[in-house]
C-alpha cells in the first residue's frame, strides 16, 4: 500500500478519515465534497503521512447516519483500519469532474492574493488560505502580511467582484478597515 511518489501539488485534498468503525476494518469518513458521497466516486485515495503520501484503495463505501462509512482493499480488521484515522484524504487533481464557467474549487481559490477595490482605492488584503463553510454561504478566509485574518463572504456579484485564476488575483469591494 505505501506509495509516497505522488507529488502533493498533484493532489486535491478532499476530505479525512476520522475514526474507525465497528471491527471488520471499515472507518468512518468526514467528506469535504458537495454533495458527501461524491468522494466515493474515486476509487484511489492518497492518505497523509507525516512525511508524504500513501496511496490506498477503497473497495466499498455507503452513507451511515449522517456520514459515510468506508471499506479500504486490504484492512480488515479494526486494529489495521485504526492506522488510518485522523488523516486527511487526496485524490489525484486530473481526477476533478470539470465545473461550470464561473465556478470554481476551494483548492483554485487557495493562495489567490486579494485586492480590494473599495470606494475608488487598491487595497491589497492579503491571500486566501482557507474556506469555510458557514451554511448560508461560504467564507474566504484571507490572511494579510500583518497576519490579521478577514473574513469575506463568497458572494460573487455582492462582495467578489472578479475571479483572475491566470493572474492568480481576487478582486473584491471589501472595507480595509473591516
Known amino acids: 500500500m505505501a506509495d509516497s511518489g505522488s507529488h502533493s501539488e498533484d493532489l486535491v485534498t478532499v476530505g479525512r478519515i ?6 471488520r476494518g471499515w472507518v468512518k469518513v ?20 507525516p512525511h508524504g503520501w500513501e496511496k490506498v484503495e477503497v473497495d466499498r463505501g455507503k452513507r451511515h447516519g449522517k456520514g459515510l462509512i468506508v471499506h479500504i482493499k486490504g484492512v480488515d480488521d479494526r486494529d489495521l ?18 465545473l461550470e ?5 476551494w483548492h483554485q481559490l487557495e493562495g489567490l492574493r486579494v ?8 487595497y491589497d488584503l492579503g491571500t486566501v488560505v482557507r474556506l469555510m463553510e458557514t451554511g448560508a ?20 456579484g455582492d462582495y ?19
Open 18 to 23: 476520522t475514526a474507525v468503525y465497528g471491527v
Open 30 to 49: 468526514h467528506s469535504y465534497t458537495e454533495p458527501m458521497d461524491n468522494i466515493l466516486q474515486f476509487e484511489q485515495w492518497w492518505l497523509r503521512k
Open 81 to 98: 483500519a485504526g492506522q488510518f484515522c485522523q488523516r486527511d484524504i487526496a485524490v489525484g487533481r486530473n481526477l476533478m469532474p470539470p
Open 101 to 105: 464557467e464561473g465556478e470554481y474549487y
Open 115 to 122: 485586492v480590494s477595490r473599495f470606494n475608488g482605492g487598491d
Open 137 to 156: 454561504n461560504d467564507v474566504l478566509v484571507v490572511r494579510g502580511q500583518d497576519k490579521r485574518e478577514r473574513l469575506i463572504p463568497y458572494l460573487p
Open 160 to 178: 467578489i467582484s472578479d475571479i483572475d485564476l491566470a493572474s492568480g488575483v481576487i478582486t473584491v469591494d471589501w472595507d480595509p478597515e473591516f
